[in-house]
């Protein structure tokens, strides 16, 4: 997910006229929305985002009400991804692997290079304490909000599966409001998602991706830093995007499934590296971590602070409860929709758990002087450093190339992370304009448009206004998750029942002839009654 990092602009000429036009026409909208989505409420004298308490309690209620469902089940979770309870048969267009993979791409990104060490210059090494914290109750809201997302998706007419939020909220809204009120709720969060998904999930990867190929290449000085340079490689990338989102999720799977291992393998070997080539200091740097969470260094906003700062950039980077990873699990292949919310728990423990504190034990362990001028700079009331610089100077400490690795892991991380959130954006034009391929290949033009223009300009305040976007569809998705808990605390039972009786192992013969029985009776369109000893409600458009 992106990180707020300052971002580059055009520097003077008629490019700079059109940027300047366009973010003062944008910046009272931008200023208004912000301020409302990302209210901050004060504590202690620390000021908290209301949307950060809104996930974090999310997280927290979820967590308790599935029985700690993320702590009870993680070996179960590893069997579904492996395929141990999957047959070839099984309805969907892509693997529980794939649908892992997928999601993961748009949330593994520039977040956890970046925004970790921010978030350690704001609050120390103890944020990231709380950051692990809030990214294991998080694995609760992904595994509710991903099961959801397949219970309730549809079939369309050329086989394809479309689910998530645009799916569930309709119904969910609908037992409490009645139906206009759940598809205007519904509206409104394919438009945030749509807006996000061009700008946020798109113009800002790949401005982002440019100016770190163009740094490694010799910077304004470099064949990147000519004039048309910016044009000719949004032009290269969005081709190389266009020609993976043609092919629709099938095609971002095979690609993600692929990319998304290799890069944080790169990445998570980089760091250790640097962690195991200083193995006498991974104690020490533990503690600091857990120290700093509880006794926090002065300046850095006490102990609210510290937590404040780990919870928050915990919920910004994975995402969830937002809605977004539903979208990219919901054509998965199987007939148990909860099976896809055991392994959308993992997407946390990865982002967080994993590659979060990788960085942040490679930059507390590397103890580079920028990370330390950075503390003092926060504390002193100077602003926020760059989080790039700090995890770049880290690495370089013992990795003296390592800014070519960032440069590639910055590219592939932002690449995986447009192809995703093309295919989100796609499914909220989907929702407006319906599944048509005339319809979407119109959408995908726009989409691999937006790509060129962020690479040559980028509207910040636009940026600031898809950026609350993103975190209004959590305001919208949690509220629908409270009205289905009873709903997915109940299929989650059932699930865990089966497996312990070991009837997930009989692979389909029985559910098969119950489906074909129930579809004779009630016809292929609309929603069927559940099936016995699963949950698939299977869904058709015609």
Known sequence: MVSPLLIPTAESGPLKSIEDSINSFFEPFAVWISGWVFYAFPIAGISIPIVVIWLVAAATIITIFLGFVQ??????AIEV????????????????????????????????????????ALGGAGATFWMIVCGLLGMATKFAECSMGVKYRHQNADGTFSG?????????????????????????FA????????????????????????????????????DGAALIFGLVLAGLIAAVILGGIKSIA???????????????????????????????????????????????????????VGFQRAAFSNEAGLGSAPIAHSPVKTRRPTSEGFVALLEPFIDTVI??????????????????????????????????????DAFETFLPWFPIVLAVAVALFAFSTLITWSYYGEKAWEFFFGHTKTSLN???????????????????????????FLFICGFINLAALYILL????????????????????????????????IRAEHGNTGELPKMKGTEQRHHTEE
């Open 81 to 120: 991804v492996r395929g141990k309870f999957s047959h070839p048969d099984d309805p969907g267009e892509i693997t529980h692997f794939q649908a892992l993979s997928s999601a993961l791409s748009g949330t593994v990104g520039l977040g956890n290079i970046a925004g970790v060490g921010a978030a350690m």
């Open 164 to 188: 998530g939020p645009f799916k569930y909220l309709p119904i969910a809204f609908g037992r409490i409001f009645g139906k206009i009120p759940a598809m205007i709720l519904t509206g409104a």
């Open 191 to 226: 438009i945030a998602i749509f807006g996000f998904g061009v700008g946020g999930g798109n113009m800002f990867q790949a401005n982002q991706t440019f100016v770190q190929a163009r740094d490694v290449t010799g910077g304004s000085d470099g064949f990147l830093g000519s």
């Open 442 to 468: 119109i959408y995908r033009f726009i989409f691999c448009t937006f790509t060129v223009i962020g690479t040559v300009l980028t509207f910040s305040q636009v940026l600031t206004i898809t950026d609350s």
């Open 254 to 308: 095979r690609v993600t499934s692929k990319l998304v291992p290799f890069m944080g393998i790169m990445y998570v070997v980089a760091c250790l590296f640097v962690i195991l080539a200083n193995v006498g200091q991974v104690g020490s740097a533990i503690g600091a971590i857990i120290e700093g969470a509880f006794t926090p260094e002065a300046g850095l906003g006490g102990l609210v602070g510290v937590l404040i």
């Open 355 to 392: 590659v979060c504190t990788m960085t942040a034990l490679t930059i507390i362990i590397a103890d580079a002087p920028s990370f330390r001028d950075g503390v003092d700079q926060v504390i002193a009331g100077e602003g926020v450093p760059n989080g790039v610089t700090l995890t770049s």
């Open 486 to 517: 009873p709903e997915i605390r109940q299929d989650m039972k059932e699930y865990i029942a089966d497996r312990k009786s070991g009837r997930l192992y009989e692979l389909g013969a029985e559910d098969d002839a119950h489906l074909a029985e």
């Open 71 to 76: 702590f009870r089940s993680f070996k179960l």
